[in-house]
């Protein structure tokens, strides 16, 4: 299984917080990594959503068939995402879009040599993969890449 973690681009400031838009450079770095992750993703990968508008708008720079899930939105916790993923149990791939803290803590505790507190950029993907090494499964960091390295 592959879980790919990415935080919502950049948005603009506002009240309240579930209706902000993303920003012009946050639309531009969306569509700028979700041109990256297209060429890379499995045909079979599902994509997961918090239902505010700007991680909204950065999985529509990806696709327009994705499940939003109130599960996933501010306040989530660790718990939460892996079990919206289904996390190590589901086969293929599954994108979430969401938010901070909560994507961080989530990549520190499948990844004990990330360090707890752990804040993902803005825009940014982290991909972790379920992977045998040696007798046993583990998570493995597989990749890491913001906006600005496309």
């Not at 589901?90 to 507190?117: E, R, W």
């Amino acid at each position: 299984m592959d879980l790919i973690l990415w935080r919502h681009a950049e948005a603009h400031d506002g009240f309240p917080d579930a209706a902000r838009n993303l920003t012009e450079k946050g639309l531009n770095d969306a569509k700028r990594m979700s041109d990256w992750l297209r060429s890379r993703l499995p045909g079979n990968t599902k994509v997961i959503v918090s239902p505010t508008q700007r991680t909204q708008q950065t999985a529509m720079a990806l696709r327009s068939d994705f499940i939003t899930e109130t599960k996933i939105g501010p306040g989530a916790n660790v718990r939460d995402i892996l079990a919206v993923a289904d996390w190590p149990n589901v086969q293929g791939a599954i994108v979430i879009v969401g938010h901070q803290p909560t994507l961080g803590n989530v990549a520190s505790y499948l990844i004990p040599d990330i360090p707890a507190g752990l804040s993902m950029k803005k825009g940014s993907v982290w991909w972790i993969r379920y992977q045998k090494n040696e007798n046993r499964f583990e998570p493995v960091l597989y990749s890491v890449i913001y906006p600005e390295m496309i």
